[in-house]
Every structure is written in structure tokens, then in C-alpha cells.
């Protein structure tokens, strides 16, 4: 034996209560065998344990006649011939579904979904087996160990001692023939409620499986150790008018009298419908049933039912029907199989209306289908919940409703209940001998209990690849006068929408010029704002004024998120806007989805007169609620817009300041979605691309407005941008910038600039906290950056020294664009700026823009960037606020 | 300080009479046994009664026992039984 080794802490304390130190010693030895044997059958190979498992069945099989026989003299319950057939349904059926069955390694694999899962045993397990079923339940879960590496300790209800006893040795004799280690089994020899408690308590039994009385089962569920534990029931069955009668009753009869009504699945009361009702009763009479009538019930009651308790006397159990009738004096012919009794309800006023595990039935008539349902809840609470239920009826609609209504494991239809409970006779369930009945019954699973349940199952999740996508509009046209080529696309209805000072300076002249002769062309003048839910719907409402199947959005970022709503709303009026809004963290696990429906068809045609936002080619539109003031940002692909046009001719007149404005913005888009966890080799050439352009061209685009190739790169830089954060998102620059700029009134691009320096640092340093990212392997931030410093020829040798030449060329850009170098620069006093330091943290935490930062901002760290941003540029460095919040 | 090892192959074929072998020469002056198990691939409970009564020997007088080559499928059924604390292990 091998010795026990001191307690581990957190174990269930020992229950000694009542046992002398002979019989602990006796209990003890009998697990450490237990789990010597299943350490020991740790090493066994799934052929190993399939000879083993099939030589037992084989054994069981032979024997069958014999523990049935054994059975019935011990116990005085149950019919012989029955028992035969469950010892070899427990074996035979029970092979049949596990043979096949991996139970150890890898037993089952996704590879579509990078899964497999691993049987780990339990160890042992200590079973208690009832006196209904006192072979067959014994036999079954011989082969469920063996099957599952396990070893088990059992503890025969004392009453079945001898023929449990007996099957286990068979079981025993031919598992370790076979080659099973020794002690995989054993039977405790006598025992008392204290040896069970004891061994439930164990700190080496890992199981208990607990098949037997209502006692029982909580004493197991109440060991704190993990059981399965399965017990009485109170079977409904509903008798439905469209059922074929004759099978129903034959079935029926066969149900409740095999092995004298023993199994706790059979049925208990039929609920008749009234037009079949007599019926039914005459074909039960004619095939041997007696029909009580009113004061053969009462007499029926008072033998079977103990008064006090109002439960089944045990002297009636597994008794036959004449014997059961001669105890209550009752006159009945000699071949009487099954008593019925007529109730008028269910519940202690009706003491037929409860479990019966004897040959007695109770039934009830039924005046409709609603009431019929309503009994059958009614006897399914009473003492049933979770357990069985029976159906015959034709109708599928019944039957659905039944199931609805109904709380039982196993819903039974047009079949015995008993033998189709036990799963793989009548029908597929899985075979078995203990019934899970769920929460109702008290119990951890509705399942018909099997290998599965006595395996720790151990998942292996290998790192999964997730798709990403690249998505951007149809067709983009670019260069000086791209906007002729609004010609191809015919249209009988176009709305323009635009500002009032891009009319006024005769952008819209521009492009009606190039709009077919035959187009109906109407314009609609918005603020120069952003978009408004009011602005919004009058767009819709002039859009089905005018039947308009195209939309040209004329602006800037504004003018086009509006003309994006207006295009969703007009196609899809019941879209709620507020829902859409909803966050996200995922965009293809999100909640909510956007409305694929559309009465209207309008294709929207989006002209930038800015090169910042690339609103022309993103999935994003802001609008904001005056109302409630926020902002609602919406976010979906199928808000892009279908044709970009990018012609530099309308960004020609943009004034100085909102050219470096509007271009930083582009970079900042531009480098948070070159350093994104959703960043890809798709967005990294176009974050690259427009990192260098933005670069090249944006200090000559501010200097010199009129130079046509600096315009139309940046043009085509703040698209590409946008191509890149489309797809990748962007960062904490943003998050920041959205809440400064909106708190002191600050333009996005300012804001943004007045950030950079200090994100740049920010990210490429070690991160106190990394940001999940199934898209990304390792943490590469710092080194993109270096990429960046090497695409734009800054020098350097280590990715260090590089990262600090991108931050001090992004300052120099920054002032040469006459950007100011602080936020104190922009004249806000530091006491303002303190007192505003901790909500713009909160709000700029709350913004999902960092959701794809590559680094996850504490908001003590975004207090920190904010501070940063008001003491100015030149601080920036490779330590950057980690170092400060370290110190 | 110089130990006296006692090496002991254990042969899969009969690990009982080898690990008696152990246990008659834990008796000698050794002060440690090396048990070479490189060639068992499974141990069954027979076995692993005598490894405890070799582990209870060995406590006894005071002599290490340590286990070579001990694969991963017999390690793990004498970590479930706890005897690994009672030996050291060598690759």
C-alpha cells in the first residue's frame, strides 16, 4: 500500500464521526488501493483499455441471467426476466455507444477552430448503487471507469449487498484478467451512513457518483466534493388525442410494468384528453390493466401511500400489480399486469399523484389541451423536476409545447418511458443508468450520466489566426481635375451637398459642370459644422423630395460625414442612430449591426475640399447631438462612400493655417495606424506612403499654397492616410486630442500636434501594460517607428537612436509649421489646466480611438501625456511617461 | 564531500527482483543508490509498493535514492502517489 501523505491545504476536512480507528484504517486502505490502481492506469493506452472494457462486456453478458436471478431473491423487488434485459442493455447497448469513444489523449479535435480537448481521469470515485437497479447500475458503471481510467469504490444499497457485490467481483475478476491494475474496483464489505460519509468526505476520492435515494444524493451534493448525483422522479405523461392509442398503451403497459415499475423514468400519472379518454381506459382493461374505481383508489391510496409522508410506502415498490391489489383489498383477475387509478388533481390531496415505483398508475381526463398541459406541470413539480417525461401525440406543435413547459432532462415521445429514459433502445439517447436531472432535481447536469462525466476534460487552445480585412471604396480618382470624372456616372436625381463658403467660392459651379446635362442636380447648403441630427434629417427629407439616387458631398470632413448619415437614413429610415453609436471593441464582434436593408438607392459620391480627415474614403461620420451635447460617432463600412474623388484643384485656396492644421492630422493618422495592433502589410504601405509624403510635402504645401505638386501629394497623402486608419484605427493621439480639443476649443489638427512628440515616446517605450492583440505577435511599436526614421533617411544605428530622430524631425516639422510647442503656449493658465487635467484623463480613457493603440493607457499615464503636452516639446524622450510615472 | 554510489539498472522485465537488488545493497556502505530506470516504459501498484518500501529503507539510513531516466509517464503516476518528494531525480 502506499502510504497517505500529509494533508494538502484546502481539503475537505476528514468525517470521522462514529467509526473506530479498525474501520478508518479499513476505509483508507481501501482508497489508497483505489488510487494506486488509477495512478497506475494513468500509463494505459486507449487499446488497452478498449480489450479490457470489451472483455468485460462479454462477462456481463454471460452473466446476466445470473445477477438478475441474484437480484430478485436478495431484494424481493423487480421481475427476473426484466433484470436479465437490463444487465444486458447496461452492458451490450452501453458498448455499443463507447467502443468507439476515445477516452484517452486527444478524444476529440476542431482544427477549424484551433481546439482539441485531452481526457484527464479523475482518480477515484466513490458510487453508491440503488436497490431498484442493483446489477445492472453496477455493470454499467464498471465499464464506465474502465472505459475512463478510473478506479471506483462502491457502496451497494444494503439491501442489494450481495447481488451488487457479486456483479462487481465478475466486473473485477475479468478487468484485471484482462490486464486492468489491481484495486481499479472495490466494494465496501458492510456499511453504515457513517462509511459512506467518511469516504465522501476523503481527501483522495475525487468523484462521488451518487445513483439512489433523495438521501443520498444530498449527502453527496452536500460533501463539497464535486458529485453526480441523480435520484427520484415523477413522471408525466400526456396522452394526446392525434397519438395512436394502440401503441400508446402497449407502451405504456410495457413502461411501467417492466421489472415491477422499478425504474425511476417510468410513468407515474397519464393525463388523458377527454375525447379519447374512455377510449383509452377500455384498451388498457382489454390488455390486462385493472380500473379502479372511486373506492378501489381509496383503499389503493391508503396501502401504497404512507400518510404521513405522503410518499410511496417502500413495502409496495417493485412489487407485482395482483400482490400490491391483494394488500389493499382489491378483487382483481389473476392476470392483471397494472393497476389504474382515475384522480381528479395533483398534490397532497391526491396521494396517487406522486412517484409510484410499482405497477399503479395514475390517471387523469383532461377537458382540453391547456388544461392537460397544466396537469402534467402540475405532477412534474410534484416530486419530478427534471427528471422524465412521456408525449404520445401526433401533433408537432404539442409536443413543441410540452417540451417548452415541461422541466425534465428527457422528454420522452411516443415510447416507453422507463427503457426510453435509458437512452439508445428506443431512440438516441445516450445509454445509461443515472439520469442527471439538472437544477430542478438538485442535480449538476441533465444529461443521461456517461464516460464523459468522468473525465476532466482538458481543452487545448492553440493561438488562433484572425482575419483581417483591408476595405476601402470602389473606385478613388485622384490628380488635378479628377473631378471630370464625374461624368461616368449617370444619375436622373443629384444632391449636393455642401458648405456655404465653398459655394460662394464656385466649387459647386466646378462640379455641376461635369454632372451629366440630364441629371436633375439640387444643392444643400449646410453649416459649416459638424453635422447636427436636425441638418441631418432636412438632408434626408430633400433627399426624398427629390427621388435623388445620387449624393456629390462637396467639403470638407463635416460636409461628407453629414452627406454619409443622411445616405444611411435615407436608405434605411428606421436606423436608430443612438444604437448605432453603441461601442465596440471588436468591429466584427459588435452588438449592434447596421441596417442591410434599404427602401432607397443613392450612390454617394464624396469630393475632399481639406487633405486632413480622408473622410472621403473612411468608414467614420460624426454628428453631434445638440440636444444632449455629445457627439455620436458612427462607425460601419457601409458608410464609405462608394467613388472618392481627390483633385487637388479644391484644396488650392486653403488658407495657411488650416493647410498645417489639416495635414498634421494626416501624419498623426497616418502614424498611429503605422504603429496600430490592428495594423497590417496592407495599411503599413499606405501609413508608410503617407507618412513620407506628409513629410516631403507638407512644409511646402504651407509655404508655398500655390505649388501644385505639394498640394496635390498632400492631397493624396491625406487619402492614403486614410486608406491605412480605415482599416487600422488610430491611437491614444487621438483620444487625447478629441478631449483637449473639444474642452478648450482647440481645431483636431492643433490638438493633435500639440500631442505627437509625446505619443511617439509614449509608445515606443517598454509599456507598463500591454494591449491584448490576437493581431499582432510581440510587441513592435518601437521598431515601426524605426522603420519610419529609416524610410525618411533620419540616421541613426539602434532603434533607440532612431525612434529619438523621428520625435525630434516630428518637432522640427511641427515648428515649422508655426505650431505652438506647448499647450501653456496657447495661453491656458496652468491653474485651469490642472483643474481640467483629471476629467479630460477620464474622458480621453472612455474614447475608443486607444482601443488599437499598441499600448494600453493607464489614465494615470494619460494624466502624464496631458502634462507633457502643457510643458512642451523637448521633453519627449525614449523614457516618456513610464519613466516619470515610474520616479 | 565523496559519496559512495550503489547503481542498480532497473530491467522493465522484472523491476521487483531489481529494486530488491536496491534494498540488499542500501544495506552495504553506500551512502547513496542511483536507480537507472531508462528502460522502464510503464510500473504497475506491485512496483510502486516496493519503491515506497525502498523510499522508507532509504530514509531509514539516511541514503539518497536517486532515480535516472525516469520517463514522463512513470514520473507522473509516482507524482499522483506523492513519492517523487521521496526520491531525486537525474537525468
Known amino acids: 500500500m502506499i502510504a497517505s501523505e500529509t494533508r494538502e491545504p484546502n481539503q475537505i476536512p476528514p468525517v470521522t464521526e462514529g467509526l473506530s480507528a479498525e474501520r478508518i484504517a479499513y476505509l483508507d486502505g481501501l482508497v489508497s488501493q483505489a488510487r494506486t490502481a488509477s495512478a497506475v492506469f494513468t500509463q494505459f493506452t486507449q487499446e488497452d483499455v478498449d480489450r479490457i472494457v470489451k ?579 458612427l462607425a460601419d463600412y457601409s458608410l464609405s462612400p462608394d467613388v472618392a474623388i481627390v483633385d487637388p484643384q479644391f484644396v488650392m485656396s486653403m488658407p495657411k493655417g488650416l493647410t498645417a492644421d489639416t495635414g498634421i492630422d494626416c501624419l498623426t493618422h497616418a502614424l498611429e495606424a503605422g504603429v496600430s495592433n490592428y495594423a497590417s502589410p496592407y495599411t503599413d504601405a499606405n501609413a508608410m506612403q503617407a507618412i513620407r509624403l506628409a513629410f516631403k510635402y507638407l512644409p511646402i504645401a504651407y509655404e508655398h499654397p500655390h505649388d501644385e505638386e505639394a498640394r496635390s501629394m498632400m492631397h493624396n497623402a491625406a487619402c492614403i492616410a486614410a486608406l491605412a486608419f480605415s482599416n487600422a484605427s488610430v491611437g491614444v493621439n487621438h483620444a487625447l486630442a478629441h478631449a483637449f480639443g473639444a474642452r478648450f476649443g482647440v481645431a483636431h489638427g492643433r490638438a493633435n500636434a500639440l500631442m505627437l512628440p509625446h505619443v511617439i515616446a509614449y509608445n515606443a517605450a517598454v509599456p507598463a501594460k500591454f494591449m491584448p492583440s490576437p493581431y499582432q505577435q510581440g510587441y513592435v511599436a518601437h521598431k515601426k517607428y524605426a522603420t519610419v526614421a529609416d524610410l525618411l533617411g533620419l540616421g541613426g544605428h539602434t532603434v533607440e537612436e532612431k525612434v529619438k530622430h523621428l520625435i525630434e524631425a516630428t518637432e522640427q516639422l511641427l515648428d515649422q509649421l508655426g505650431f505652438p510647442r506647448s499647450i501653456a503656449e496657447l495661453g491656458i493658465p496652468r491653474e485651469d489646466f490642472k483643474r481640467a487635467v483629471p476629467e479630460l484623463a477620464q474622458i480621453a480613457f472612455d474614447d475608443p480611438s486607444w482601443r488599437s493603440n499598441p499600448r494600453m493607457p493607464l489614465v494615470s499615464e494619460l494624466i502624464e501625456l496631458f502634462w507633457q503636452a502643457y510643458e512642451g516639446r523637448g521633453l519627449a524622450n525614449l523614457s516618456g511617461a513610464a519613466a516619470k510615472q515610474n520616479a | 564531500m565523496a559519496m559512495n554510489a550503489v547503481l542498480v539498472n532497473i530491467n522493465e522485465k522484472d523491476v521487483l527482483l531489481a529494486l530488491e537488488e536496491a534494498r540488499q545493497k542500501l544495506d552495504g556502505t553506500g551512502d547513496k543508490a542511483v536507480l537507472d530506470f531508462s528502460s522502464v516504459r510503464r510500473i504497475d501498484s506491485h512496483e510502486l509498493r516496493a519503491m515506497e518500501e525502498l523510499a522508507c529503507m532509504a530514509e531509514e539510513k539516511a541514503v539518497t535514492v536517486e532515480l535516472r531516466g525516469v520517463n514522463v509517464d512513470v514520473y507522473r503516476v509516482m507524482k499522483l502517489l506523492k513519492l517523487t518528494r521521496r526520491f531525486t531525480f537525474g537525468s
Open chain 1, 55 to 633: 472483455s468485460m462486456v462479454l462477462a456481463g453478458l454471460e452473466q446476466a441471467q445470473q445477477l438478475a436471478h441474484l437480484a430478485v431473491e436478495e431484494t424481493k423487488l423487480g421481475v427476473m426476466e426484466d433484470k436479465v434485459i437490463k444487465n444486458m442493455t447496461a452492458t451490450e447497448f452501453t458498448y455499443n455507444y463507447i467502443k468507439d469513444k476515445r477516452t484517452v489523449g486527444i478524444i476529440r479535435e476542431f482544427p477549424d477552430r484551433n481546439l482539441a480537448e485531452v481526457a484527464e481521469p479523475i482518480g477515484v470515485i466513490f458510487s453508491l448503487t440503488p436497490i431498484t437497479n442493483p446489477t445492472s447500475t453496477v455493470l454499467f458503471k464498471c465499464l464506465m471507469v474502465i472505459k475512463t481510467r478510473n478506479a471506483v469504490i462502491f457502496s451497494p444499497h444494503p439491501n442489494a449487498w450481495r447481488c451488487s457485490s457479486q456483479a462487481v467481483k465478475i466486473m473485477y475478476e475479468t478487468a484485471v484478467k484482462n490486464g486492468a491494475p489491481e484495486g481499479v474496483f472495490a466494494c465496501l464489505q458492510s456499511h453504515t451512513l457513517q462509511d459512506n460519509a467518511y469516504l465522501m468526505h476523503h481527501k483522495d476520492v475525487g468523484l462521488i457518483d451518487a445513483t439512489g435515494g433523495p438521501g443520498a444524493v444530498k449527502a453527496a451534493y452536500s460533501s463539497g466534493k464535486p458529485a453526480l448525483g441523480v435520484g427520484a422522479g415523477n413522471t408525466p405523461v400526456y396522452l394526446e388525442k392525434t397519438a395512436d392509442l394502440n401503441n400508446a398503451v402497449v407502451d405504456i403497459i410495457i413502461s411501467k410494468t417492466f421489472d415491477n415499475g422499478t425504474i425511476c423514468a417510468s410513468e407515474q400519472t397519464v393525463v388523458i384528453d377527454s375525447e379519447i379518454y374512455d377510449l383509452a381506459l377500455r384498451k388498457f382493461s382489454e390488455l390486462g390493466t385493472h380500473i379502479c374505481n372511486e373506492k378501489e383508489t381509496k383503499l389503493l391510496e391508503r396501502t401504497v401511500i404512507d400518510p404521513q409522508t405522503g410518499s410511496m410506502q417502500p413495502m409496495a415498490v417493485g412489487q407485482k400489480a395482483i400482490d400490491i391489489a391483494r394488500f389493499a383489498g382489491l378483487s382483481v383477475k389473476p392476470n392483471t399486469k397494472l393497476l389504474i387509478a382515475p384522480i381528479q388533481g395533483v398534490g397532497r390531496g391526491h396521494p396517487l399523484s406522486v412517484e409510484k415505483l410499482f405497477p399503479v398508475l395514475a390517471v387523469y381526463r383532461a377537458k382540453s389541451v391547456d388544461e392537460a398541459l397544466k396537469v402534467c406541470v402540475d405532477v412534474n413539480h410534484a416530486g419530478g423536476l427534471g427528471h422524465t417525461a412521456v408525449i404520445f401525440s401526433r401533433n408537432d406543435e404539442i409536443v413543441r409545447k410540452f417540451a417548452e413547459v415541461i422541466n425534465a432532462g428527457r422528454i420522452i415521445v411516443n415510447s416507453p418511458g422507463s427503457i426510453g429514459a435509458l437512452g439508445a433502445v428506443y431512440n438516441n439517447l445516450v445509454p445509461t443508468f443515472s439520469f442527471g436531472c439538472g437544477t430542478g432535481g438538485g442535480n449538476s447536469t441533465t444529461d443521461n450520466v456517461n464516460i464523459f462525466h468522468y473525465l476532466n476534460i482538458k481543452r487545448v487552445a492553440r493561438r488562433t489566426q484572425n482575419h483581417m480585412w483591408f476595405r476601402v471604396p470602389n473606385q478613388i480618382y485622384f490628380n488635378m481635375n479628377a473631378v471630370e470624372n464625374l461624368r461616368q456616372f449617370p444619375s436622373q436625381s443629384t444632391i449636393i451637398v455642401t458648405n456655404p463658403a465653398l459655394e460662394h467660392i464656385g466649387h459647386v459651379d466646378i462640379v455641376r459642370r461635369y454632372i451629366s446635362p440630364e441629371t436633375h442636380a439640387h444643392v444643400l447648403v449646410i453649416p459649416d459644422a459638424e453635422p447636427e441630427i436636425k441638418v441631418v434629417m432636412e438632408g434626408v427629407d430633400s433627399l426624398n423630395f427629390y427621388k435623388a439616387d445620387q449624393i456629390i458631398a462637396l467639403g470638407g470632413g463635416s460636409v461628407i460625414d453629414a452627406a454619409k448619415i443622411m445616405k444611411l437614413k435615407y436608405e434605411s429610415p428606421e436606423a436608430d442612430l443612438e444604437e448605432l453609436a453603441a461601442p465596440f471593441l471588436d468591429l466584427r464582434k459588435r452588438v449592434v449591426q447596421y441596417p442591410t436593408a434599404k427602401i432607397n438607392r443613392a450612390q454617394l459620391i464624396a469630393i475632399s475640399t481639406t487633405s486632413g480627415t480622408g473622410s472621403e474614403v473612411t468608414p467614420f461620420a460624426v454628428l453631434t447631438d445638440k440636444e444632449r451635447g455629445r457627439k455620436v460617432t
